[in-house]
């Protein structure tokens, strides 16, 4: 009797140690300028994190496109407070302080991810170049570092000179693992069809520490082009995604499941909360929309003959 109480104990501590969910991770997404629907997108990133439950999201808003330094003064957030720092940011040059404060951020430990034209952001700010390895537009070119894509598994870095950063029309389009043993890919299909979004393509940058997770074959340069990626930044991670242009391409269950694997894995180098791939994970030939109440509210454009100059 004594012993059965006993193994009826340990059982019940073995399952509530099994069930006791490991702490929400702290991000702060920042948002407020974007040559992107950014206040169309920001719910959706938020519901994105939030429902893996992994997350606890506070967004800062920053202030408007041309504003003084007065109101920027107003703008501080303490990158400390969390464990990841999530952007959905193109637009003006954060204040010194703050730069400098991100800097320390990111390279004592934090974790940082860009979405999509966060990439497009801060051309001539060296720092966050490095920190996100290659980005598109904003002045870059060769002088920015060399165009990263994949061949035949093989990462190349071109230096003939261009401009950085294309895309042409949106459209569907498949994502290729590149790297089926990282946490944010392990698990999930080699190839699957992503909702209607841009494609980016002969992004430049430092392009350091770099590792190339996922690809997509640009109708514009023909080569595999970079949709994830991971980066070390000092002591500190960087997840990239280049996905994500409108809410309809972020309503997508694989950007889901791959934003919410990139922030914890740049939070803690793990992706604990997030490992269990979606029983309606797209699969190679069917792409798999989330339903949110009131999305999307952006209308794709009309397919268009030629390559956009737009980003
Ligand atoms: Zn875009």
Redesign the pocket.
């Given at each position: 009797m004594i012993r059965l109480s006993f193994s009826l104990l340990a059982l019940l501590v073995a399952v509530s140690l099994a069930r006791s969910p490991l702490p929400p991770l702290r991000v702060l997404l920042i948002t407020g300028q974007n040559?992107?629907k950014w206040e169309i997108t920001t719910p959706v990133l938020k519901h994105a994190l939030e429902s893996s439950d992994a997350f606890t999201i506070t967004v800062s808003t920053t202030p408007a496109k041309g504003a003084d330094p007065a109101t920027w003064q107003t703008w501080h957030p303490n990158f400390a407070d969390y464990d990841v720092v999530v952007s959905n940011y193109n637009g003006d040059l954060w204040p010194d302080s703050v730069r400098a404060a991100f800097e320390a951020y990111v390279s004592g430990g934090g974790g940082f991810v860009s979405v999509?034209?966060a990439n497009n952001s801060f051309g001539d700010w060296p720092e966050y170049n490095r920190m996100i390895g290659v980005g598109g537009w904003g002045g870059r070119d060769e002088k920015s570092g060399p165009w990263l894509y994949v061949k035949d598994g093989k990462l190349y870095r071109d230096t003939t000179p261009g401009k950085g950063g294309a895309?042409g029309p949106q459209h569907e389009f498949a994502i290729e693992i590149q790297q089926p043993d990282h946490p944010i890919t392990r698990g999930l299909p080699p190839r699957w069809l992503h909702t209607r979004d841009?494609l980016y393509s002969s992004l430049r940058g430092p392009a350091e520490n770099i590792e190339i997770l996922a690809t997509a074959t640009s109708d514009l340069t023909h080569q595999h082009e970079p949709n994830l990626m991971v980066l070390q930044y000092g002591k500190g991670r960087v997840f990239h995604t280049t996905l994500g242009?409108?809410d309809y391409s972020m309503l997508c269950r694989g950007f889901y499941e791959t934003l919410q694997r990139g922030t914890e894995w740049a939070a803690t180098g793990e992706c604990q909360r997030t490992a269990e791939v979606p029983a309606d994970f797209p699969t190679a030939d069917q792409a798999s929309p989330v339903a949110l109440a009131g999305h999307p509210q952006q209308v794709p454009p009309s397919p268009k003959p030629a390559a956009s100059a737009t980003?």
């Open positions: 040559n992107h999509h034209a895309h841009e242009h409108a980003k």
